[in-house]
């Protein structure tokens, strides 16, 4: 269970991949062909049940995408999405080490975290795998990454990402700018650029990867200039931007 992306974090690499919160295994295998690399699930705000995410993830593997869950956060959800064969877990709003530590619980078998194993899972291909083979794969090769995404989660990032187990930390730009109070400016606003372009040094000083969204092809280059590993766009804002662009054109074509 090789997991690409985790593996082009550890080389220094980027990664591009999609949020997708509607179901469609159809959509995730075109996302798969195009050339992207993860899919993030989004089931914080998607609507989702167990055998969709599953699909979903099943759809992934058939065209070489990793399959990333951003769960919504009870730590109930995480043992669920891992043991639909998850390839990583995306936790929102983490705001201090006490957070992190329990999504290292529940994403890490002992002695890290305390997992519950099961060999009957998809994962464990229903009794295929087992024992040390494939909790050590396990453990090795899921991605974990936690949002940062409030104020307290900034002033606290440092014990955040030296959490052991911790990944990745990924940009919420959406809830950090409404968190801090910028409900109409949102990211845009100069008070939360700042706060991500400090966020990003101070990555770089923790070592630790930075993801966030991108809300356009455009931002996605310009993110990946910027020394951001994984960058996400959404798959909603993709399809609403070409569906106006038709729109206008028939417009003007009237
Ligand atoms: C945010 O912007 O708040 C996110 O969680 C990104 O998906
Ligand atoms: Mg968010």
Avoid: W
């Amino acid at each position: 269970m090789k997991n690409r992306v985790k593996e082009k974090l550890k080389n220094g690499e980027k990664s591009v991949g999609a949020f997708v919160g509607i179901y469609s295994p159809e959509m995730v295998e075109m996302l798969g062909h195009a050339g992207f690399d993860f899919l993030v699930i989004d089931d914080e705000h998607g609507a989702f049940s167990p055998r969709d995410l599953e699909n979903m993830i099943r759809a992934a593997e058939c065209v070489d995408l990793v399959p990333i869950v951003r769960v919504a956060y009870d730590p109930s959800s995480i043992q669920k999405a891992l043991d639909r064969g998850a390839k990583g877990i995306q936790v929102p709003m983490v705001n201090n080490r006490e957070d992190a530590e329990r999504v290292v619980q529940r994403v890490k078998f002992p002695p890290l975290g305390q997992r519950g194993a099961n060999y009957t899972t998809r994962p464990a291909r229903y009794g295929k795998d087992h024992g040390i083979g494939f909790l050590d794969a396990a453990d090795d090769q899921i991605l974990v990454i936690v949002h940062i995404e409030t104020p307290e989660a900034v002033a606290n990032f440092e014990e955040i990402v030296s959490v052991p187990g911790i990944d990745m930390a990924f940009i919420g730009p959406t809830d950090l700018s409404i968190s801090m109070g910028y409900k109409e400016e949102g990211a845009r606003h100069p008070e939360v650029q700042k706060t991500i372009a400090q966020l990003r040094e101070r990555a770089q000083q923790q070592n630790i990867p930075l993801g966030n969204i991108a809300a356009n092809p455009a931002s996605v280059r310009q993110e990946l200039e910027n020394g951001t590993a994984f960058v996400a766009v959404v798959i909603t804002s993709v399809m609403m931007s070409a569906f106006y662009e038709v729109v206008e054109a028939g417009i003007r074509n009237d």
